[in-house]
């Protein structure tokens, strides 16, 4: 129901938050393993919400400011708060669509990518599955359930 630019609308605590997890780390893999950590383990996936989506996607509020606020979302709120955090704290970020694999059946889905400057490469991020207790920063096992990346855009 909203547009990928309103989606990743920021606000001052958003940016806030973003700043204090991040401190004065300088290393831009860090900083985006930071606020991974505080995404996945701070925003709970909602079950609810995603039932509504697929069925009329303009029935719910979407994006990073709702996200915040309620601590609850789906894929594409998950990675829509991750890119509104980097960016505030200065990381190069993507939006990811493709398909993921939730251990029964592929599905449509949202993630993100990083760009490490360090070693000249982009990190796969997935906060949605992250927030299962699984990392997946970087996993090297990335791709056996995320399939078909398109990126949506880029920060």
């Known amino acids: 129901g909203v547009t990928i630019e309103e989606a990743v609308e920021s606000n001052q ?5 973003a700043k204090e997890i991040v401190k004065n780390e300088t ?3 860090e900083k985006a393993r930071l606020l991974y950590g505080w995404v996945s383990e701070n925003i709970e ?3 609810a919400k995603a039932e509504i989506v697929l069925e009329n996607p303009t029935l719910v509020d979407s994006g990073s400011i709702v996200t915040f606020e ?3 979302g789906v894929c594409f709120d998950f990675a829509s708060l991750y890119i509104s955090m980097c960016r505030a704290a200065g990381v190069k970020v ?3 669509s493709g398909l993921g694999f939730n251990g029964i059946e592929w599905g449509e889905h949202v993630w993100n990518q990083v760009y490490d400057p360090a ?3 982009w990190i796969n991020v997935d ?3 992250g927030s299962s207790g699984y990392d ?3 996993n090297p096992g990335f791709s056996d359930n995320h399939r078909y990346d398109t990126i949506q855009a880029e920060w």
């Open 13 to 17: 605590e958003i940016d806030d938050t």
């Open 27 to 29: 290393d831009g893999a």
């Open 45 to 47: 996936y909602d079950e």
């Open 70 to 72: 309620e601590r609850t």
């Open 94 to 96: 993507r939006m990811i």
């Open 119 to 121: 070693e000249d490469r």
């Open 127 to 129: 906060a949605t599955f």
């Open 136 to 138: 997946y920063f970087d």
